[in-house]
């Protein structure tokens, strides 16, 4: 029941394409559409990026830098055309204790082994674990970060005293900021009624950005976060002493910053191939992220990963091709280096919009409506996910969702484990399995048999059961070992040529029959030491 809610959410921002072709054709009309798609990005990057420099402690040209780099390589080489990637709020949390502790160098040489970490998970694959990500923990992912983008933007209605403290706006100042706020998301709203031609986010802030500027409006402003002047970043390498204690320090932060990039990255990836009716390129998607935080560490930025906030932006806009991505983090440059005057006038309430637009369009809404609907488990693991989500980070939320459903999932399949019991003409007892034997259902396994009181021949038949694990072969050996201590025979049939390899003691016990299956059991046999090991 949750996969038509993924695809009723996808097909919000199809923009009217149901059926889209593996390659679109670089028309006039399609290069205008991803130009203006990676203008309107570029514009909502800018204030993203200076906010989480901010939050790591750290110069906005670096977390600029870094939306450049990132946005940049990620777009040429990623596994994902049309998903943005740059700085963001899950890494920068993680970096302002190391920032604070041993300053922006350390920063980017940790920068530099999370990318050298992302380019050996894609090189071994390891992103195509991430298909086990299951719908809820998906849609609590969604919900959660939607959540996390709306509450980011409430600091933009905070001002600051004449003494440097944080209030929150009153009066005239936070009715004219609400006042546009909703004017920037009417605009957004209505545009594509009446006209596609420039993309609704892109409208939206022009026009709010026109009046403002025109009838000078006094409201908080992009350069009131701080000057995104600056030059081409130049190369360096990180001034950290090569030895093990640097290595000691920056290693746990590598591998964390590495895990949550990737894990946002690559469930960014699936959301926007849900969106843009594209799949795989996980592994592709791990490498560009890799080089491009390897990169971006030597050229001074903070880092970075795929940012669904952007994404979404950029799909809504109608980009679906690497080259929204492409001109997005060109013109970001291109505002660094020429434009950041004109940038710095953008009245935040624009940008407060937008985002406020992608958070309604983020948020799975149905999902509210089938909470009741679908099992209980997949409703507490979408709430789960959505509370860690906010309260502590994207990571542990995904980690935390895959281990309760697969618990849960582990728990349903052990109370399957049963048996239909006849005795055939001969007086033998048979017991038909039913339900797979892995870890979890070998003690109702053993709780099926009575060697005690069974007929002198016993009867096992494996044909509608699986047995999947060693804790499997195990309890079928102690259930040979109890018939023996009775000196009762046991017969075991329907089980597969491996296990009847692995089986030490009731192999001998086995019936080959024509039509036994042929599964593989998770589990390998160690002829010299005669034990059973896990793959």
């Not at 190369?235 to 964390?256: C, G, Q, R």
């Not at 950029?314 to 980009?319: E, H, I, L, P």
């Not at 309604?360 to 609907?373: E, M, N, P």
């Amino acid at each position: 029941m949750i996969k038509p809610t993924m695809a009723a959410f996808a097909e919000r921002f199809k923009s009217g394409e149901k059926n889209q072709p593996k390659k679109i054709p670089f028309t006039p009309n399609r290069i205008k559409i991803e130009l203006l798609a990676g203008l309107t990005v570029a514009l909502a990057l800018v204030p993203e990026a200076v906010a989480f420099s901010f939050v790591a402690g750290v110069h906005p040209l670096v977390g600029l830098y870094a939306a450049f780099i990132v946005g940049l390589i990620t777009a040429i080489i990623g596994g994902r055309p049309g998903m943005i990637s740059g700085a963001t709020g899950a890494l920068a949390v993680v970096m302002v204790a190391l920032v604070a502790q041993h300053g922006v160098e350390y920063l980017f040489a940790t920068v530099v082994l999370m990318g050298i970490m992302q380019i050996l998970a894609g090189v071994f694959h390891l992103g195509k674990f991430i298909r086990l990500v299951p719908h809820p923990v998906m849609l609590g992912f969604v919900n959660g970060l939607a959540i996390v983008i709306f509450l980011a933007q409430l600091s933009q209605f905070k001002t600051r005293t004449p003494d440097g403290a944080e209030v929150w706006m009153s009066g005239m100042p936070l009715y004219i900021m609400l006042g546009l706020v909703v004017l920037t998301m009417l605009i957004i709203w209505l545009m594509p009624k009446i006209t596609k031609f420039i993309p609704a986010p892109l409208a939206g802030i022009g026009i709010v950005a026109f009046i403002v500027i025109f009838f000078g409006i006094d409201v908080p402003r992009v350069g009131d976060l701080a000057s995104i002047k600056g030059g081409l970043p130049q190369f360096s390498i990180p001034m950290v002493d090569l030895n093990l204690e640097t290595l000691k320090i920056i290693f746990p932060y590598a591998v964390i910053l590495a895990a949550i990039g990737l894990i946002e990255s690559l469930l960014t990836l699936n959301l926007v191939g849900e969106i843009t009716g594209r799949r795989s390129g996980a592994s592709k998607e791990c490498v560009a992220q890799g080089v491009a935080n390897t990169v971006t560490g030597f050229f001074g930025g903070m880092g970075g990963c795929a940012m669904i906030g952007q994404s979404m932006i950029n799909v809504k806009s109608g980009g679906r091709t690497r080259l929204s991505g492409i001109s997005a983090a060109l013109f970001l440059l291109v505002f660094i280096l020429f434009a950041s005057g004109l940038i710095e006038q953008i009245p935040l309430a624009a940008l407060v919009g937008v985002m406020f637009m992608v958070v309604i369009g983020t948020f799975a809404w149905r999902s509210l409506v089938i909470l009741r609907k679908i099992p209980l488990i997949d409703a507490l693991v979408i709430l789960l996910v959505t509370v860690v989500t906010v309260e502590h980070d994207l990571a542990v939320a995904v980690v935390v969702g895959v281990i309760v459903s697969a618990l849960a999932y582990a728990w349903s399949n052990a109370k399957r484990i049963h048996a239909h019991i006849e005795t055939n003409k001969k007086g033998a007892k048979i017991y038909k399995i039913q339900g797979p034997l892995f870890f979890g259902s070998v003690e109702g396994f053993s709780e099926i048999f009575h060697p005690e009181t069974d007929p002198e021949l016993v009867i096992v038949d494996f044909i509608n059961s699986r047995v999947a694990d060693q804790s499997a072969l195990q309890a079928i050996e102690d259930l040979a070992k109890k018939y023996k201590k009775q000196d009762k025979v046991l017969q075991l049939r329907h089980l597969t040529q491996d296990c009847h390899r692995l089986l030490k003691r009731a192999g001998q016990l086995m019936v080959d029959s024509d039509d036994d299956p042929e599964y593989q059991v998770a589990a390998d046999y160690s002829v010299k030491t005669g034990t059973l090991g896990g793959h």
